[in-house]
C-alpha cells in the first residue's frame, strides 16, 4: 500500500459504507449515506489545513484561538459521480471554490476525453481537492489531476469512497505527490473496470438511473 494512501477506518463510516454496498438499498438512502459518509471523509482530508490564532473573548478570559490560516479551498468535481461527494464536504467548507471536470471514455481508444472543463481562478494558491466516489482503473483521476496541474495546481489531494489496488497503483505512477483518502480499499476489478465486492454503478445507484 502505497504511502499516499489514508483508509479511514473510522467505525461509522465502515458502517455507512456496508449500507451503502447492499444492493437493496434505496437511492433516497444512498444519497443520504453518501452525504454523512463524505462529511466524515472531508474531516480526514481536511486534517492538515493549516491553523493560526485569533485573540478572542471567552464569557470568563481572553484567550489565543485555533482559527483556520485561511489557505483557500478549491473542491473539484469529476461528473458525474463525484457530486455525490460534493455536497456534503461543501457542507463542512462552505466557503470553498468548486469546479467541474467532465471526462467521458473514448471507446476506440479506452482514454478519457474532456468535454467540460470550468475551474476556479488561482488553483496555484489553493488547496484543491478533487472528488470521485470510485478509484477504479484510475484513468480519470489521473487525467483530471493532470488537467488541474496544467492549470497551476500543486497541492492536491484526492478524494474517493471505495479504491481498487489497480486505481491507487495507477495513482502512484502518475501523481505520487497526490494523497489519497479513501473508506475502503477493495479486491480488484472486474473485466468491464467495476470495483469488486464494491457498490456497483455510483452514479446510476445515487441518481437512480441504469
Ligand atoms: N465506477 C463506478 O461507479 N463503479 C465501479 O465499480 C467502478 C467505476
Redesign the pocket.
Same mark, same amino acid.
Given at each position: 500500500m502505497p504511502d499516499q494512501l489514508t483508509i479511514v477506518d473510522h467505525p461509522l463510516v465502515q458502517h455507512k459504507l456496508t449500507h451503502m454496498r447492499e444492493k437493496t438499498t434505496s437511492t433516497a438512502g444512498f444519497r443520504r449515506l453518501l452525504r454523512e459518509i463524505s462529511q466524515l471523509l472531508a474531516y480526514e482530508v481536511t486534517r492538515h489545513l493549516p491553523l493560526t490564532t485569533q485573540l478572542i473573548e471567552t464569557p470568563l478570559a481572553e484567550m489565543e484561538a485555533p482559527v483556520l490560516a485561511g489557505k483557500k479551498l478549491a473542491l473539484i468535481s469529476i461528473l458525474r /459521480?463525484g457530486n455525490g461527494l460534493l455536497d456534503g464536504v461543501l457542507e463542512l467548507v462552505p466557503s470553498a471554490r468548486v469546479g467541474f471536470i467532465g471526462l467521458y471514455r473514448d471507446e476506440a481508444t479506452l482514454k478519457p476525453v474532456q468535454y467540460y472543463f470550468k475551474v476556479p481562478d488561482g488553483l496555484d494558491g489553493r488547496l484543491v481537492i478533487v472528488v470521485d466516489?470510485?478509484l /477504479?482503473t484510475g484513468n480519470s483521476s489521473v487525467k483530471a489531476i493532470e488537467l488541474l496541474k496544467e492549470r497551476g495546481a500543486r497541492d492536491i489531494r484526492f478524494l474517493c469512497l471505495l479504491a481498487a489496488p489497480e486505481g491507487v497503483a495507477r495513482m502512484a505512477e502518475a501523481h505520487p505527490d497526490v494523497p489519497i483518502v479513501t473508506a475502503a480499499l477493495d479486491e480488484r476489478l472486474n473485466d468491464k @473496470?467495476?470495483?469488486l465486492p @464494491?457498490?456497483?454503478? /455510483? @452514479?446510476d445507484r445515487m441518481f437512480g438511473t441504469k
Open positions: /459521480a466516489p470510485m /477504479a @473496470g467495476y470495483i @464494491g457498490l456497483g454503478d /455510483a @452514479g
